[in-house]
C-alpha cells in the first residue's frame, strides 16, 4: 500500500501533534478520597486547632510541592446563607499509621466563604483557587514530612462530606495519592483514627493539589528531533520517486 506525499504530511502533523500534546501538563491531585460521600460531619466553631475535622499525610521526595487549590464537598442545613470557616496546615504529633494527628505548628491558614445552595442539606462542592487560599497557595510543602490538613471555626451551619462504613485499618488506602504522598491518618478533633460509629471509619472529601503552567503549541526538544526525522523521511522518499519518473 503507497501513501502519497499530500496524505503523508497530514498525517506527520497530527503525529507531532500528538506527541507535543503528551508531554503538556494538567492539575495535579495529591491527595483525594476515592469512593463518593455518604454522609457529613459538622465542623465546628472552635477556633483551637484540635477542634478538626482532617487528615494527615506525608509528601514524596521529588518535593518542594505548591498547593494551588483545595476542593471541599459541602453541605448546609440553611438555605441560601453565606458561611465562613478556616482552612489549616499544621504539622503532626507523629508518623504513625492510624495515629498521626496535628500538632500546634501552624503553617499556613486561611479563612474562606461560602454561599449554601438554595435548598438545604444539598451537598456542593467548592474549589478554593490560588487567590482564595493566599496563606496557603504561598507555602510550599517540604519534601519527605509529614503534615495535617483541616477545617474548623465556622461561623454558620456547614458540614464536611465523608465517605463512611469503611472498615478499621483501611480508610488510609481509601485516598487517592500521586507524587509519593501517604495518607497516615482521618481525625476528628484531633481524635486519631475517627470513627463516626461502631465499625465505621470514614475519610473526608478534602482534595488538594497543585496547577501545571498552561498548554503550548511548542513540543519538548526530543519531540520536535522526532518530527524532523518524520517530515524528513517524507520529503526524501517523494523525492526520489520524481527523480525516478523524469
Known amino acids: 500500500m503507497r501513501f502519497s506525499k499530500f496524505f503523508c504530511l497530514p498525517l506527520v502533523t497530527v503525529i507531532c501533534g500528538m506527541l507535543a500534546s503528551s508531554v503538556l501538563g494538567g492539575n495535579i491531585t495529591y491527595v483525594a478520597p476515592l469512593d463518593p460521600a455518604n454522609g457529613s ?3 465546628q466553631s472552635g477556633t483551637t486547632y484540635t477542634t478538626n475535622l482532617g487528615y494527615a499525610f506525608k509528601t514524596g521526595s521529588s518535593g518542594p510541592f505548591d498547593i494551588d487549590w483545595v476542593a471541599l464537598e459541602l453541605t448546609s442545613g440553611s438555605a441560601s446563607t ?3 470557616f478556616k482552612i489549616s496546615i499544621h504539622g503532626t504529633d507523629n508518623q504513625t499509621a492510624y495515629s498521626a494527628v496535628a500538632n500546634s505548628s501552624v503553617y499556613a491558614s486561611d479563612t474562606v466563604t461560602v454561599t449554601t445552595p438554595g435548598t ?6 467548592v ?4 487567590a482564595e487560599i493566599p496563606n496557603i497557595a504561598n507555602y510550599q510543602l517540604l519534601s519527605n514530612t509529614a503534615y495535617s490538613m483541616f477545617v474548623n471555626s465556622s461561623s454558620g451551619s456547614i458540614a464536611l462530606r465523608r465517605t463512611q462504613g469503611y472498615a478499621n485499618g483501611t480508610t488510609n488506602d481509601k485516598y487517592t495519592v500521586t507524587n509519593g504522598f501517604v495518607v497516615l491518618d482521618t481525625f476528628r478533633n484531633n481524635t486519631a483514627n475517627y470513627s463516626n460509629s461502631t465499625g465505621s471509619y470514614p475519610t473526608f472529601q478534602m482534595s488538594f493539589g497543585s496547577t501545571a ?11 520536535m528531533g522526532l518530527c524532523s526525522l518524520l517530515v524528513g523521511g517524507v520529503l526524501v522518499r517523494s523525492y526520489r520517486r520524481k527523480t525516478t519518473r523524469s
Do not use: G, H, L, Y
Not at 120 to 125: E, G, R, V
Not at 213 to 223: I, K, R
Open 41 to 43: 460531619s459538622s465542623i
Open 82 to 84: 453565606s458561611v465562613s
Open 120 to 125: 438545604a442539606n444539598t451537598p456542593f462542592t
Open 127 to 130: 474549589n478554593f483557587t490560588a
Open 213 to 223: 503552567s498552561a498548554p503550548t503549541a511548542v513540543p519538548e526538544p526530543t519531540t
